[in-house]
């Protein structure tokens, strides 16, 4: 399931901007794929609880366990295919991905939603949004 980084990238998008919603199972072009595909890359639990859980175990090998209280997970249902709704709030504080490149560097990026997709800040960037940003909830 090699679309998780991505995927937790967009996450930390919403949590280091305003929130939203990413709903996984449904294709760019907006057609119902469903989740169900990825459960047999999973352990015992092919199906939604096994997917969540390795969502999440996911999510806490990238991101800090406070990401948690900014995140909820739901599983819908289009079209008889099995959709994770996965429903984000501005975090608290600012959130980087941490993960190992494919080159085997150690990597942190930080990421914010920008229109209708997710950008990545370079430092100075990252410094001057940080501050900017959670000041205000100061």
């Known amino acids: 399931m090699t679309f998780f980084l991505p995927l937790i990238k967009s996450i930390v998008s919403f949590l280091n901007s305003e929130g939203g919603d990413i709903f996984v199972g449904i294709a760019p072009d907006k057609k119902v794929v469903g989740i169900e595909n990825d459960f047999k890359y999973l352990g015992k639990n ?19 366990e406070s990401v948690f209280r900014s995140i909820t997970l739901n599983q819908t249902q289009y079209d008889l295919k099995a959709v994770a709704r996965i429903t984000m709030t501005r975090h608290f504080k600012h959130t980087f991905v941490k993960y190992i490149d494919d080159k085997g560097q150690q990597r942190e990026e930080f990421y914010i939603r920008g229109l209708n997709g997710k950008r990545l800040l370079s430092a100075e960037e990252t410094y001057e949004y940080i501050f900017n940003h959670w000041q ?3």
């Open 46 to 64: 092919k199906n939604f609880d096994g997917w969540s859980q390795w969502l999440s175990n996911f999510i806490s090998k990238h991101l800090n």
């Open 136 to 138: 205000q909830l100061g």
